[in-house]
Antibody, heavy 120, light 107 residues
Framework: QLQLQESGPGLVKPSETLSLTCSVS??????????WGWIRQPPGRGLEWIGT???????YFNPSLKSRVTISVDTSKNQFSLTLTSVTAADTAVYYC????????????WGQGTLVTVSS | DIQMTQSPSSVSASVGDRVTITCRAS??????LAWYQQKPGKAPNLLIY???TLQSGVPSRFSGSGSGTDFTLTISSLQPEDFATYYC?????????FGQGTKVEIK
């Protein structure tokens, strides 16, 4: 059973950089049928796709965040990571990592989510 | 970007009711559509992919239909554990986009 787990600071100061890691267990991040994504959800609001990475390093980003987002993959650690620069209070959200599998290219496995608050 | 619009934003229903949620895409997406269920404090859970294929382990009272721009999620007989928020998502291309969500509440 594939499992994903987000980790990283729960509090980030305005203008600083948010960094999160997603650890994958129960399967290989290098699977040819899998893409790996980040999705966020501000408190009380809907889901926003941030970006997706393939194990080879190909990336796809939400245009609204593209200038501030980096997603990378470390196949040796079976992890992928998110960095978001110049954060503001609007970036306060629960951040989820998820697998985009072969099944209709949907997100079929999700981490539990981690709340990141941007505040001084 | 493809915009996804769900309706209604919320619906009040009773146990045993049939509930239908609609999702409309701003352009044709064939059947590249997924539905998710999210309960408070939990990650979304995939219910349906490719517009009408039930994810493994999802009860058969859930069904999806549609193609092109108009899609529906139907719960044939609402159960207590189905009170949640439901999201559609287009999976045809990037950027991936979600509907704004439909909250199914107890009447």
């Amino acid at each position: 059973q594939l499992q994903l787990q987000e980790s990283g600071p729960g509090l980030v100061k305005p203008s600083e950089t948010l960094s999160l890691t997603c650890s994958v267990s129960g399967g290989s991040i290098g699977s040819s049928s899998s893409y790996w994504g980040w999705i966020r959800q501000p408190p009380g609001r809907g889901l926003e796709w941030i970006g997706t990475i393939y194990y080879s390093g190909s990336t796809y980003f939400n245009p609204s965040l593209k200038s501030r987002v980096t997603i990378s993959v470390d196949t040796s650690k079976n992890q992928f990571s998110l960095t978001l620069t110049s954060v503001t209070a609007a970036d306060t959200a629960v951040y989820y990592c998820a697998r985009q599998g072969g099944a209709g290219r949907s997100f079929d496995y999700w981490g539990q989510g981690t709340l990141v608050t941007v505040s001084s | 970007d493809i915009q996804m619009t769900q309706s209604p934003s919320s619906v009040s229903a009773s146990v045993g009711d049939r509930v239908t949620i609609t999702c409309r895409a701003s352009q044709g997406i064939s059947t590249w559509l997924a539905w998710y269920q999210q309960k408070p404090g939990k990650a979304p859970n995939l219910l349906i992919y490719a517009a009408s294929t039930l994810q493994s382990g999802v009860p058969s009272r859930f069904s999806g239909s549609g193609s092109g721009t108009d899609f529906t999620l139907t719960i044939s007989s609402l159960q207590p554990e189905d009170f949640a928020t439901y999201y559609c998502q287009q999976t045809i291309n990037f950027p991936r986009t979600f509907g704004q969500g439909t909250k199914v509440e107890i009447k």
